[in-house]
Antibody, heavy 119, light 112 residues
Framework: QVQLVESGGGLVKPGGSLRFSCAAS????????MSWLRRAPGRGLEWISD????????SYADSVRGRFTISRDNAKNLLYLQMNSLGAEDTAVYYC????????????WGQGTLVTVSS | QSVLTQPPSLSGAPGQRITISCTGS?????????VHWYQQLPGTAPRLLIY???NRPSGVPDRFSASKSGTSASLAITGLQAEDEADYYC????????????FGGGTKLTVL
């Protein structure tokens, strides 16, 4: 069955950096677009980044563009998110998700990893 | 402020039927972009509930249904059960935002 498992969250100081990974299994990873989304405390879901099947196409939400970088390693079935210049507004649970074919929905989600930005 | 507007909260008694609205505009839902719905139970990851406006993934009970018309969409839950208490989100795309993903602000459903 499809599984997405994030790792790499934790506590980081303002201005700091963090790198997540998301291990995918149960499907042909290179056949799917992948995404990162987050939910901040007391707020709703927010899409932050997409990456195409080969990794050459990337898009970002305005809130993270220039600070976050999405990447993938299809040989290892891994999705990454490099986050720099973190601020308190980046405190959230971060999810990786698979984009289903055809309709653009997020059909499978990881369990989420918490990032807390605090001094 | 979310591009798609949902009621922040709703409540219903077990067995009742409720609907959650998702209001967009001519650059997103009204432009023909598909609407998807997610359920997020407390402390868990979101789960896809409806995709492509009206389609249920396997495993989603037929008590959940959805529709889309004009610049709005709605999710209906019939025969409300205690385990339906969760946050519900609509999602689409917006042509005026580089076809970026957009979400509603979420609706917290309380089962009385």
């Amino acid at each position: 069955q499809v599984q997405l498992v994030e790792s790499g969250g934790g506590l980081v100081k303002p201005g700091g950096s963090l790198r997540f990974s998301c291990a995918a299994s149960g499907f042909t990873f290179e056949d799917y677009h992948m995404s990162w989304l987050r939910r901040a405390p007391g707020r709703g879901l927010e899409w932050i980044s997409d990456i195409g099947r080969s990794g050459s196409t990337k898009s970002y939400a305005d809130s993270v563009r220039g600070r976050f970088t999405i990447s993938r390693d299809n040989a290892k079935n891994l999705l990454y998110l490099q986050m720099n210049s973190l601020g308190a507004e980046d405190t959230a649970v971060y999810y990786c998700a698979r984009k289903g074919a055809g309709f653009g929905q997020f059909d499978y989600w990881g369990q989420g990893t918490l990032v807390t930005v605090s001094s | 402020q979310s591009v798609l507007t949902q009621p922040p909260s709703l409540s219903g008694a077990p067995g009742q039927r409720i609907t959650i609205s998702c209001t967009g505009s001519s650059s997103n839902i009204g432009a023909g972009y598909d609407v998807h719905w997610y359920q997020q139970l407390p402390g868990t990851a979101p789960r896809l509930l409806i995709y492509g406006n009206t389609n249920r993934p396997s495993g989603v009970p037929d008590r959940f249904s959805a529709s889309k018309s004009g610049t709005s969409a709605s999710l209906a839950i019939t025969g409300l059960q205690a385990e339906d208490e969760a946050d519900y989100y609509c999602q689409s795309y917006d042509g005026s935002l580089n076809e970026d993903v957009i979400f509603g602000g979420g609706t917290k459903l309380t089962v009385l």
